[in-house]
């Protein structure tokens, strides 16, 4: 897939930090914090570049991916407060503390077009679900209207095969050409347990295309 992304360089200190954001907003692809759970909602294309965009944080260990989600158009359904999303590499060594300071450092940033590789992805991912007792986990955590995903290389391949599942198989689904949402899948597994205990954090991933609903029609109709 071909990535076209806008590229920071904010400076914090004496450290300068690599953060990117997709080209165009994914604007009919929304987050909504409701802990323990989540619901991450989106069209085809915005579930499709959520793919791309966990592939590339997955093997760019020092980038900070910036997925701007607070100012979508919000679903007609679900329920919590709207949240930007943050995907990085456990080795970028970002704190969630320290994003507010990032955020107000972006500036204007320059273009940048980068590919995926679905392939390697894909074997990656599988990679992670074959060794079920010795596998990184994604650290998650909201802070400061922004939802934080951190982990290695695997997980986050995972992860990217969630989203290019949903987007691929969601417009098949029944009732999404009437605007109904269809429920194809969550981050569960992917995610640390809760500290000490309770329900443990989730968060769903739903295909919905965006109104009018007759510019939508299944494939195969």
């Given at each position: 897939m071909e990535l076209r992304l806008r590229q920071f360089r904010p400076r914090i200190g004496p450290h300068e930090h690599r953060v990117v954001q997709p080209g165009h907003p994914l604007r009919h692809t929304s987050l909504r914090d409701q802990a323990?759970?989540?619901?991450?909602?989106?069209?085809h294309d915005g579930l499709s570049r959520l793919a791309g965009l966990f592939s590339f944080a997955a093997y760019s260990r020092h980038t900070i991916v910036h997925i701007p989600l607070r100012e979508s158009v919000p679903p007609d359904e679900g329920c919590g407060e709207l949240v930007d999303l943050v995907v990085a590499h456990s080795e970028a060594g970002l704190r969630p503390s320290k994003w507010p300071e990032l955020r107000r450092a972006l500036g204007r940033g320059t273009p940048l077009t980068v590919r995926t590789d679905e392939a390697r992805t894909e074997r990656h991912a599988?990679?992670?679900?074959?060794?079920?007792y010795a596998r990184g986990q994604l650290r998650h955590t909201t802070h400061a209207r922004t939802y934080f995903l951190i982990g290695d290389r695997d997980v986050l391949a995972t992860a990217a095969t969630h989203f290019a599942?949903?987007?691929?198989?969601?417009?098949?689904?029944?009732?999404?050409?009437?605007g109904r949402s269809a429920f194809m899948g969550s981050l569960q597994h992917e995610l640390e347990p809760t500290r000490g205990g309770g329900h443990p954090h989730e968060v769903l991933i739903c295909f919905k295309p965006y109104p009018p609903y007759d510019h939508f029609k299944r494939p195969g109709h």
């Open positions: 323990p759970l989540g619901m991450l909602m989106g069209d599988r990679a992670w679900e074959e060794r079920p599942h949903a987007a691929g198989w969601g417009p098949r689904e029944k009732g999404v050409a009437k």
